[in-house]
């Protein structure tokens, strides 16, 4: 008999100990398309494009598409025989050698053999210089200036310089090494005569007084106030309690 009653015990559901999901585990099924459509709502017909089925039991097309091109001087009968003609370059003259015509001999351009004649010059190009070769420009070249008596090939007239006063052996030589004037400074005023007021400039002060946030006109709400009006009652949810839990026991004095 207590075999029984353990094994009730133990079948017994309590809804403390269960563990549920809350209400945002479930959804609601989808309403669109026709995988997973809420049954409980109309589902028109979906229909979708099948696929060319590649099977051999009737037959297997390996033909080209439209893009192939057919020679059209290839025909049923074989290719087609008529002349075609293409317009080339000129070939080059197989003989090497080229006979000189008479109007190619010049025979007045030739000095009688035997016979001094003066020497011929002709005028080359410019030698081309290297890349590595460190040749300066133009403009790296200046004429020497014709100013000051430094000119070699130039005719200059005479040039003088001031100097600076000499300080050793002149008549203005400080030997006694006194301060002038400039160096004593000038007594304050203040000194020997009576002191005028001096004034300074101080910050700007304030008065004291309460320094603390006041709260404008946008921080109240009157709409809020429910101490003189009537207000709707207000429900909330509370927490599942624990049928385990242990109930609050308080000794009352006598």
Known sequence: MAEETSSQDDKTIIAARERGPGPGRYALPSSCGYIKHD???????????????NSTMFRKDCSPGPAYFINPQVTRAGRDGTPSYSIL???????????PCPRAYCPEKVHPQGERHAPVYSMGSRTRYRKRDAAP???????????????????SCASYSMTRRATTG?????????PGPCRYTATAPDVNANKAP???MLGR???PGDRTKKPGPGAHSPEKVTVNKP????????????????????????
Do not use: C, W
């Open 170 to 178: 002149s008549y203005l030589e400080d030997m006694a090494k006194t």
């Open 39 to 53: 049954t409980t709502k109309h589902m028109n017909p979906a229909y979708s494009f099948g696929q060319r089925h």
């Open 198 to 200: 001096a004034y300074s």
């Open 89 to 99: 370059g000129r070939q080059k003259d197989p003989n090497t050698f080229k006979t």
């Open 137 to 155: 420009a133009s403009n790296k070249y200046s004429l020497p200036p014709l100013l000051g008596p430094k000119v070699p090939n130039k005719n």
């Open 205 to 207: 002060s304030y008065m």
């Open 231 to 254: 207000m709707q009652p207000k429900h909330s949810l509370g927490i599942r309690h624990s049928e385990f839990v242990t109930p609050l026991i308080v000794e009352v004095a006598d």
